[in-house]
């Protein structure tokens, strides 16, 4: 899926020579200390940054679930994912699916700024959950969330990778789900020093 | 697509005339209109000289009023991340917020040009000339405010920074809007209007670049 990827933030290199594959079914973990890329790597799978160096090929259909809820505040939950979901060609039921999925059905009419910290990263999921993405990106997916909410987390996972979806997620917290390949990413200042 | 860049519109109108922000720069417009007879004084002809002119600048300085909240909210909150994810340019994103502002400050305004013309006593041709030249030049000026929002979108002071921005670009659109307004005017709406087309179509490549500058 990737091959030879370099990525340049700020001025640093963050990596480089960055291989991996992901095949429909599959999981990546993304492991490091803070400030190594995982976030870049992530927004540049998406589309969101451009790489310095090499290529990747992706799903045409991605969906990234960051630490930004993308959702408007005023607006009760099930409002503002239904915008999503229309731009998505989803539906009503999808919108009720993916929220029963993560454990928000009881909050839809509740708008968005009323939601604690853990409503809110579930609204990010159920976001996630909507899109008709073939590849997950998922940044900490598992912050603010309940030991339950993590559980359900792990079995929205598993769903994705059983109808042949691809993840990769960049998580601090251990995640209920096995995973195919673990990234773990380094920082690059003893490689730097060399050269 | 063409269906889910309604939605995206469609969603940014709302979302402005349920918030109040449209009204805001209406209720601005009418009281800049209702000041002036004020500070001039009851002179009719005075009035009738000047306050097509003035309803202009006014028209301008609205322009400014909801600057923070065309770009600022969504880049912050991840809706454009969101969007380029499912594909969307950034050109398209904006012209698409281009579009919805316009929606929601060109028809308002207009409606609060013709109550402010009552106030400085316009009517008949002159009334005309002025709803004629500000419906033509409300796109330049929704696609000013569009792409200087993104220019500044993220810094901190942009509301000033804003201002002095819209000074020098609207600076055409001023001297042919009011100079319609003269007697020997006709051309002069006519080259409004090709100022206004120049500066709506560049907006969707200016402020895209300056997102996608943004996201660097």
Known sequence: MTEALGCVRGGRILFRGLHFALSPGQAGLLTGPNGVGKSSLLRLLAGLLEPSAGSFSAPETKALCDDRLALDEHLPLEQALRFWARLDGKGTADVAAAMARAGLDHLAEVPVRYFSTGQRQRARLARTYLANARLWLLDEPANGLDTESVEQLGRALQGHLDEGGIILAASHIPLPIAFDTNLRREPLEELEACL | ?216
């Open chain 2, 1 to 216: 697509m063409i269906r889910a860049i309604a939605t995206i519109i469609w969603r940014d109108v709302r979302q402005s005339y349920a918030s109040g922000g449209t009204w805001l720069p209406v209720i601005f417009y009418l009281s800049a209109a209702t000041l002036f007879p004020f500070a001039v004084g009851p002179d009719r002809e005075l009035l009738l000289q000047t306050g097509g002119g003035i309803l202009w600048i006014a028209a301008l300085l609205a322009t400014l009023l909801p600057l923070d909240r065309l770009i600022q909210p969504d880049l912050e909150n991840g809706v454009y991340d969101q969007l380029i994810v499912r594909g969307f340019s950034d050109e398209l994103i904006v012209a698409a917020r281009l579009v919805s502002h316009w929606l929601s400050f060109g028809p308002p305004l207009l409606f609060a040009a013709f109550l402010a013309s009552g106030l400085m006593g316009l009517e008949g041709a002159a009334l005309g000339t002025l709803l004629a030249s500000l419906a033509i030049a409300t796109p330049a000026l929704a696609g000013l405010a569009v792409m200087i929002a993104a220019l500044t979108a993220g810094l901190k002071g942009a509301g000033a920074l804003g201002g002095l921005l819209l000074v020098p670009l609207a600076i055409p659109l001023l001297i042919f809007g009011a100079g319609s307004l003269s007697a020997q005017g006709g051309s002069a709406l006519l080259f409004l209007a090709a100022i206004s087309l120049l500066l709506v179509a560049i907006t969707p490549f200016a402020a895209g670049a300056a997102l996608s500058a943004v996201r660097e």
